[in-house]
């Protein structure tokens, strides 16, 4: 079955540092692959998602992920964080629903 | 264009109650999938519901339901609550036709806690 892993629980970044989450996939054929966010109690937010083509892609918020099939990867990455970019991250691969990982907790600190 | 809208955002039951979740997608959005989010378990897909009928269902006992009514809105039962289902429950609305490319828009949850 499909899965993702993310590796960082907990993730505590200094404001204006750069940002990366990693995300690894398990998965036979090229997999859908999503990023959400989720701030203290809220919804989940979609960040961006890659199907094909282009393996880098651009997403909202100033974030940005890049697939990488050799490493069975797709981090995410911001290169200036924010304070307002605390929240939960999750990364999810679809099939028929979403598997999401165990979530990268982010603190920014002043 | 209002997102999904889930009711109660609290609520507070005892053990071997039942319980009713209610979800409204989004205006035009027919198909609506449920998960449960805990510590231990992190977010786990319940079912989704496709125009009245469970397409696909979770890994979840029986006492976990759902329906879907003609105008897309979705409800979820649990009945005789154990402690392990206190949790956050997500509803997520789709666009018709986008099965796996599709982005999920997902509601604020609704907070169950079971005491």
């Known amino acids: 079955a499909q899965s993702v892993t993310q590796p960082d629980i907990h993730i505590t970044v200094s404001e204006g540092a750069s940002l990366e989450l990693r995300c690894n996939y398990s998965?036979?054929?090229?997999?859908?692959l999503f990023w959400y966010v989720q701030s203290p109690g809220q919804g989940l937010q979609l960040l961006l998602k890659?199907?094909?083509?282009?393996?880098l892609v651009q997403g909202i918020k100033g974030f940005e992920a890049e697939f990488k099939r050799s490493q069975s990867s797709f981090n995410l990455r911001k290169p200036s964080v924010h304070w307002s970019d605390a929240a939960e991250y999750f990364c999810?691969?679809?099939?028929?629903?979403?598997?999401f990982g165990a979530g990268t907790t982010v603190t920014v600190r002043a | 264009k209002a997102g999904v809208t889930q009711t109660p955002r609290y609520l507070i039951k005892t053990r071997g109650q039942q319980v009713t979740l209610s979800c409204s997608p989004i205006s035009g959005h027919r198909s609506v999938s449920w998960y449960q989010q805990t510590p231990g378990q992190g977010l786990q897909f319940l079912f989704e519901y496709f125009s009245e009928t469970q397409r696909n269902k979770g890994n979840f006992p029986g006492r976990f339901s759902g329906r879907q009514f003609s105008n897309s809105r979705s409800e979820m039962n649990v009945s005789t609550l154990e402690l392990g289902d206190s949790a956050l429950y997500l509803c997520?609305?789709?666009?018709?036709?986008?099965?796996?490319?599709?982005?999920?828009?997902f509601g604020e949850g609704s907070r169950l806690t079971v005491l």
């Open positions: 998965y036979g054929a090229t997999p859908y």
């Open positions: 999810a691969v679809n099939d028929y629903k979403l598997s």
């Open positions: 890659y199907f094909s083509g282009d393996t």
């Open positions: 997520a609305s789709r666009l018709p036709g986008q099965a796996n490319t599709g982005e999920l828009f």
